[in-house]
């Protein structure tokens, strides 16, 4: 079984994570999106809760049989190794994404050369966005709803307000 590691914040899930998860779906038989505790960012949803709210998607989108979802701390690859995963899923909006995710995917490989990097670019209306401007949206009153499940949505929303 070919099983992936998909790390993020997701603060929250966004339509732009949810269709690389999606697309990766295609390359890969199980999925791990792993939630990361980033001492760099303060969320607005709890480690608990984001796993939560993408459990609650994944079941609702029918993939909840190939993806579970953890919380994480610590290195990815480190991770990925202790599941078994042979495959890090990194998802590039932009130009100005690369440069970062070049350097990540570099380190990644010397600490384990056994675990790859696999680039995916979302589909291009979701370019854009992230969850940063999801959230930026959400305060200032903006509509979300083409941006993030409407679970996730009513969950921001009550957050916020």
């Known amino acids: 079984m070919k099983r992936a590691l998909y790390p993020g914040t997701f ?3 966004t339509n732009g994570h949810l269709d690389i998860l999606e697309r990766a ?3 890969f038989d199980h999925i791990i999106v792993t939630v990361a505790k980033n001492p760099a960012k303060v969320p607005v949803f709890t480690t608990r809760e984001r796993i939560d709210l993408i459990l609650e998607v994944v079941k609702q989108k029918g993939i909840d049989q ?3 979802v953890e919380g994480f701390d610590g290195l990815v690859v480190d991770f990925a190794r202790n599941i078994n995963a042979c495959v890090i899923i ?3 909006r932009a130009v100005s994404d690369f440069e970062y995710e070049l ?3 570099l380190m990644n490989r010397r600490l384990a050369d056994e675990v790859y990097t696999v680039f995916m670019m ?3 209306k ?5 969850s940063t401007i ?3 949206v959400a305060r200032l009153g903006g509509d979300i709803t083409d941006f993030v499940p409407e679970c996730v949505k009513n969950a921001l929303l009550k957050k916020l307000f």
């Open 25 to 27: 779906l295609k390359l």
């Open 134 to 136: 999801v959230k930026e």
């Open 66 to 68: 190939r993806v579970s």
């Open 103 to 105: 350097q990540m995917a």
């Open 90 to 92: 990194r998802g590039l």
């Open 122 to 124: 979302p589909h291009e």
């Open 126 to 130: 979701y370019t854009y966005l992230n």
């Open 11 to 13: 603060d929250p899930i």
